[in-house]
């Protein structure tokens, strides 16, 4: 079929119907930056065109050259019939106005808390100037690292993985925003490698996917790293490591954010003597949580 249309299409709009239908008759899934075959075939169109990739209609019904016509079709055959995440076929993943290089080394940025660092933490975090040191934990491209970095200015900044593929990945990243003098990419097993080290600001998007959520992850997920998905029987195994060392880790005041997906009631039934914040995001206040360093002494 994708041969077939070759000769047959010629303008943005031809592709776009196109694309649409051999989606949704693909039944493809969607949750790596759009939500809807639409906007997926929308951006996978513009990007192989070159064209601003929020710029669609001016462009619908302009002419393409047949050499055009052929790269899009490549690209959208690809996305059906490998089921790859668009943002792997493309090399980027957007969060928000910030750009970052992915590819299957890594899993697709997707974080709630990057929403949370365009307010630089407010109100939780009272004065972001003052942010001295911050922390990046389970990194993976760099993505929140980068993100800490430009919310506070004066900070320096880890970005910890376990991974050294995923590492790999973050410094090109954190290269090509020019941060490689604020922002160190370290090996480790979460803590492990920065021993003595204290930050002002924690921020985590660890694994947090349960095993009976792996086995029924749909194919388009299957190609990220599963280290960077899978904790557990209940989607806590890192977590609970986090909470347990975070306070030897934290300054006082200090501020510890963790991205938990859909575990807030497993995690508040697994640690009912914390006082944990559900910050407001645009999914609800049900996938990060906040938690003042003092308050997690007693997780010691």
Request: net charge negative; aromatic share 8%; proline share 6%.
């Amino acid at each position: 079929m994708f041969d077939q249309a070759q000769a047959q299409f010629s303008t943005v709009r031809d592709l776009l119907r196109f694309a649409v239908s051999r989606f949704n008759e693909a039944g493809l899934f969607f949750g790596h930056g759009t939500s809807n075959a639409v906007d997926e075939a929308a951006y996978l169109i513009l990007h192989a065109l070159h064209l601003p990739l929020d710029t669609l209609d001016p462009f619908l019904d302009a002419k393409l050259l047949p050499q055009e016509v052929e790269t899009v079709l490549h690209l959208l055959e690809s996305r059906v019939t490998r089921r790859v995440p668009a943002a792997y076929l493309t090399h980027e993943a957007w969060l928000g106005d910030f750009k970052f290089y992915v590819d299957e080394r890594v899993i697709v940025p997707r974080s709630f808390i990057a929403e949370l660092l365009r307010e630089r933490l407010t109100p939780w975090v009272h004065d972001p100037e003052q942010v001295c040191t911050a922390l990046d934990l389970c990194t993976g491209s760099g993505c929140l690292a980068i993100l800490l970095a430009h919310a506070f200015p004066h900070a320096q900044v880890d970005a910890l993985d376990l991974s050294p593929d995923a590492l790999a990945v973050a410094r090109r990243n954190v290269s090509d925003y020019g941060l490689e003098e604020r922002i160190a990419c370290i090996q480790s097993d979460l803590f492990q490698a920065v021993p003595g080290h204290t930050y002002d600001v924690v921020v985590s998007n660890p694994p947090y996917v349960n095993q009976a959520s792996m086995r029924d992850l749909p194919q388009e997920y299957r190609h990220e790293p599963a280290l960077a998905l899978a904790s557990g029987e209940e989607g806590l195994d890192h977590i609970r490591r986090i909470l347990q060392h975070a306070h030897q880790h934290l300054n006082p005041g200090g501020l510890l954010v963790i991205e938990l997906g859909h575990n807030r009631a497993t995690l508040e039934q697994a640690f009912p003597a914390l006082e944990f914040t559900w910050p407001e995001t645009s999914a609800g206040n049900d996938f990060v949580c906040l938690i003042e360093r003092e308050k997690l002494n007693k997780c010691s």
